[in-house]
T-cell receptor
């Protein structure tokens, strides 16, 4: 089955370390997203990308950067991790088309990051 | 920017009863309103969505209603079952960067008691 895969699934790191979360997909979708989930805050958009040359900031991009290495790969980096970046991170994809950039988001299984 | 407020944050119902979750949004230009279900330890999955040119949509035991004038939309689950227990997120489209993207509500933990 076509899927969205995130690595690592769990990571514990220390303040100041550089961390990369990777996302790959076999759905053939061109649109990829990174969301952060915190209890009581829902899912907040960090970055999104329509193709390898089109990357956009979301609601909470400060402290994060991304790289779209190929249509199927979208990585999220924390250059210098801090404790309030402890959260569950989701990658998601969506196909182009549909009405006004709408349509189903397909999420990966999530990457739980703990920054000590 | 747009806020999407979701209530209640927790909801417990007896099996077989109905559950209603409500959301309000602030961006009058929003035109797409999906609902996602996240079971414990799992990824969010779309369960139903509605567009602004429609006032109500049903899919078996699930329905969503939209009131564009009041800027609120609701999820209705009838004849609830234990497998309906999950966190439910509403969302609305908002413009971030060059295009409209989803802004999610804070989630509702629904517990269906047997």
């Amino acid at each position: 089955d076509a899927d969205v895969t995130q690595t690592p699934r769990n990571r514990i790191t220390k303040t100041g370390k550089r961390i990369m979360l990777e996302c790959s997909q076999t759905k053939g979708h061109d649109r990829m997203y990174w969301y952060r989930q915190d209890p009581g805050l829902g899912l907040r958009l960090i970055y999104y990308s329509f193709d390898v040359k089109d990357i956009n900031k979301g609601e909470i991009s400060d402290g994060y950067s991304v790289s779209r290495q190929a249509q199927a790969k979208f990585s999220l980096s924390l250059e210098s991790a801090i404790p309030n970046q402890t959260a569950l991170y989701f990658c998601a994809t969506r196909s182009w088309g549909g009405y006004a950039n709408t349509g189903e988001l397909f999420f990966g299984e999530g990457s739980r990051l703990t920054v000590l | 920017g747009e806020n999407v407020e979701q209530h209640p944050s927790t909801l417990s119902v007896q099996e077989g009863d109905s559950a209603v979750i409500k959301c309000t949004y602030s961006d009058s230009a929003s035109n797409y309103f999906p609902w996602y279900k996240q079971e414990l330890g799992k990824r969010p999955q779309l369960i139903i969505d509605i567009r602004s040119n429609v006032g109500e949509k049903k899919d078996q035991r699930i329905a969503v209603t939209l009131n564009k004038t009041a800027k609120h939309f609701s999820l209705h689950i009838t004849e609830t079952q234990p497998e309906d227990s999950a966190v439910y997120f509403c969302a609305a489209h908002q413009k971030w960067g060059s295009a409209r993207q989803l802004t999610f509500g804070s989630g509702t933990q629904l517990t269906v008691l047997p």
